[in-house]
């Protein structure tokens, strides 16, 4: 059984760096594409990073290019999300998401599985 846990979330100040981990606990081989999402107060859940089974495909919003990395360690059954520059539109809940599918959704409806969430908040 697929469960995805995130953690790595915090309070950091503009400019600063953290490192998001999502790791499939129930350690299935059921998840293909991952991707890690988040959504503001008020707002819709948006699309942040994907990555492909092998981590060799990579895809990131504009928001986020150049400043956030995704990457995957499939022997640890985890994903990685480093968050360098950070800005305070950057304060949301990050959730990490698994598709059965290999391909890089960025609707969350294409996601089957999801973490709890965590908290990133950036102070100006």
């Known amino acids: 059984q697929v469960q995805l846990v995130e953690s790595g979330g915090g309070l950091v100040q503009n400019g600063a760096s953290l490192r998001l981990s999502c790791v499939d606990a129930g350690r299935t081989t059921s998840i293909y594409a991952m991707g890690w999402f988040r959504q503001a107060p008020g707002k819709e859940r948006e699309f942040v990073s994907g990555?492909?089974?092998?981590?060799?495909?990579?895809s990131y919003a504009d928001s986020v290019k150049g400043r956030f990395t995704i990457s995957r360690d499939n022997a640890k059954n985890t994903i990685y999300l480093q968050m360098n520059t950070l800005k305070p539109e950057d304060t949301a809940v990050y959730y990490c998401?698994?598709?059965?599918?290999?391909?890089?959704?960025?609707?969350?409806?294409?996601?089957?599985?999801w973490g709890q969430g965590t908290q990133v908040t950036v102070s100006s």
């Open positions: 990555t492909n089974w092998n981590g060799r495909s990579t």
């Open positions: 998401a698994g598709s059965a599918i290999n391909y890089i959704y960025v609707r969350p409806e294409d996601y089957q599985w």
